[in-house]
């Protein structure tokens, strides 16, 4: 399991990859979900052209391990990874990456997803945007239902 | 005797503060420390933590508690 919180922009797919390499589950894992969350350059009808992630240190890593601990334990994961950003990030960014490995697909898709709704609902991090055209900043206020 | 408050968000920018420390005397519980930090009513909305937990207003808080308040987070 790897949990990491990133003031740098990062590549998912280079992070995989390099992960994979030293997957300690490599040749048993059967399958592996992945997902990643990128910046838009619009929301709720705005342009937008930057935002910054706030997260609170000591809390949000404790959080985001408890909640992909339990996905492991719940789905029998092999391992699961996860990074965030934090700091100002731009549009076509990527904010998160979330993969999960099993023996078999049903509980790696389950799980990705699972981490993910409870990353958006439990994991201390906020999104204060900077809009478009001197329109100025506003903070998100609520994340909308993954379903 | 302290307790150590944090503010997070938005909630840090209207309340203009971002740490807090109160005397734990006289504080019994979360509520509590929100009624010695703010004379404002407790918006329903806000989490809490503390010790970097979840916890509810009833949560009982002791000397040398971290206890922090924030709204509902947006992140991934």
Redesign the interface.
Known sequence: MYIDIRQQAFDPWQELAAYRERLPAAGRSGACAVFV?TMRDYNEGDSVRSMV????P??TE??LEKLVGASCQTHDLMDALVI?RIGEVTPGED??LVAAWSAHRGAAFDACREI?EA??????????ETLAGDQGER?????TSGS | MTINV?F???LR?RLGLERAEISAEGVNDVRDVWQAVSDQPLDEELLV?VN???ANLEKIVEDGDEV?F???????
């Open positions: 969350g992630l706030e997260h609170y000591g809390m404790q959080q965030h904010i998160v993910m990353l958006k609902s439990t994991a201390p991090f906020w999104k204060k903070w998100v206020t609520r994340n | 944090r997070f968000a938005s920018e933590a970097h937990n979840y922090a924030f709204p509902p987070v947006t992140g991934g």
